[in-house]
């Protein structure tokens, strides 16, 4: 029997133990966007390091600073920085995962306690972090741990760098990354992210771009006070109605950007990438019973992967300032914030995008003739990423994932954004892959957050067979 083969039956007979871990794991409310909940974030850090450190990892606690978190100065949880192994024989992976988690509440909609991990009868395991990202995390863990228990040739070196903040901003870690790039991280081969999800719910795939994300303010700012609306109701320039009125010149009902010069930029479709979009795992259907709803605004599916991956959208999130309260207030607001967000794509530049969206606001704004004053504040400026899916970093991937899954994964692009990727990759200079754990349906920052047993299970054994792939993969053949 071949030490992967040995490792995977291992890994079948400790299932529930590592249902168990991950159970511990979730009970750890470490929400890093909550001021109380800090010491839980800081908990949860500390409780990887001890479990690595058992394990023979080196590790070194990184503090990267304060943060001021509406109006409360707070330490920021460690970044976790280890290294488990060090043969000079052997190829050096890094791997990433963050260890806070989203808000949750019983009362949002959940079905269950969102810090108690339930294993359900068709097994989902539903609690809050278990696929985003506690158990792709623990994944690495599990999997050096049962090489050791098992006596088995870890192999490669292993480095880690696991944060607390990756759902409030990722604060201060570029700066970390950038500063041990020659340290640390020095003779790190590649790069390894578990942190996004399969295409569906039943083939695996590899991803190799992701989308930027821009993200705005805009404030109108009237009066000293809020007033009453039945005394000053149309005879003063109302915040609010300016706010409405600009959001709504921002995209149309079908998603199209209204800002000029926005898609100026965008790569242009080449033809290996109409081919990449061909045998998906995708389909309109499975994606409506997802949204409980069908209310999709294409109606071929192909235009719908194009508009998730590698086209830029706009959404508007909310407001802030307003009334939102049940029950009625008939006030006008003195000052109110739209909030709203732009997805890039190659080959969009965050500071072009934010040049073309102040400049059509203030023209727009121009029009109204409003006496209120109106600021357009970028707050977040993260870039997207693309890599090919031929270096032989994600070749190595597939071939793992084939011998886990027992078919070639799909190879995708995601809408969503991890920007640590691209400070990876440029500050490392090395290929950086994304292996996702989790399915489509898992519902990262939603109610009844899960991961399947099976992904969880199987994903553990990818991670293993993955480094003992990348470990006799040669990585000087690089195409890009």
Not at 67 to 84: A, C, F, K, N
Request: with cysteine; net charge negative.
């Amino acid at each position: 029997m071949s030490t992967v083969d040995k490792y995977f039956e291992l890994v079948d007979q400790h299932q529930q133990k590592f249902i168990e871990t991950l159970r511990e794991v979730v009970a750890i409310p470490s929400v890093s966007s909550d001021a109380s909940r800090r010491g839980e974030v800081v908990r949860m850090g500390e409780w990887l390091q001890a479990r690595w450190e058992a394990l023979g990892a080196t590790c070194k606690r990184v503090d990267p600073g304060k943060q001021d978190l509406h109006g409360v100065e707070l330490d920021l949880p460690p970044v976790i920085l280890g290294q488990y192994g060090n043969d000079a024989n052997k190829k050096t992976v890094l791997v990433y995962g963050h260890y806070d988690v989203q808000p949750a509440l019983l009362e949002d909609g959940w079905d269950t306690d969102p810090f108690t991990l339930v294993e359900m009868a068709d097994g989902r395991l539903v609690g809050r972090g278990s696929t985003d990202d506690k158990g792709p995390v623990l994944g690495w863990l599990l999997c050096a741990e049962t090489h050791k228990q098992a006596g088995l040739d870890f192999p490669v070196n292993l480095k880690f760098c696991f944060e607390g903040m990756e759902e409030s901003g990722s604060e201060g870690l570029d700066d970390i990354i950038v500063a041990e790039a020659d340290k640390w991280f020095k003779g790190t081969d590649v790069v390894c992210i578990s942190d996004n999800y399969w295409l569906g719910t039943s083939k695996p795939c590899l991803t190799h771009g992701l989308r930027g994300v821009s993200y705005f303010h805009l404030q109108i700012e009237g009066p000293g006070a809020d007033l009453h609306s039945g005394v000053f109701g149309g005879t003063v320039h109302e915040p609010m109605i300016d706010l409405v009125h600009l959001l709504s010149t921002l995209v149309d009902p079908n998603g199209r950007i209204k800002v000029p010069g926005i898609y100026d930029q965008v790569m242009a479709e080449t033809e290996e990438e109409q081919r990449s979009y061909e045998g998906l795992e995708f389909s309109h259907n499975a994606l409506a019973g997802d949204l409980k709803r069908d209310i999709i605004i294409h109606s071929d599916e192909r235009m719908t992967l194009k508009h998730r991956w590698r086209y830029p959208t706009l959404s508007i999130h909310g407001v802030e300032g307003a009334f939102y309260a049940p029950g009625d207030k008939t006030v006008i607001p003195a000052r109110v914030r739209g909030k709203f967000s732009l997805r890039t794509v190659p080959n969009m530049e965050p500071a072009r995008v934010a040049e073309l969206v102040t400049q059509y606001l203030n023209a727009e704004f121009a029009k109204l003739g409003s006496k209120n004053v109106m600021k357009v504040i970028e707050t977040h400026g993260g870039r997207w990423w693309y890599s090919s899916p031929n270096h032989p970093n994600f070749v190595a991937a597939a071939r793992a994932t084939e011998r886990v899954y027992g078919v070639a994964p799909d190879l995708t692009r995601e809408g969503g954004s991890i920007p640590v990727t691209l400070t990876f990759e440029e500050n490392l200079g090395v290929n950086v892959l994304l292996l996702p754990m989790g399915a489509a349906d898992d519902g990262a920052h939603s109610t009844n957050e899960k991961i399947d047993k099976r992904n969880y299970i199987q994903g553990i054994k990818l991670l293993g067979a993955y480094l003992h792939e990348i470990a006799v993969t040669d990585l000087t053949a690089a195409t890009a």
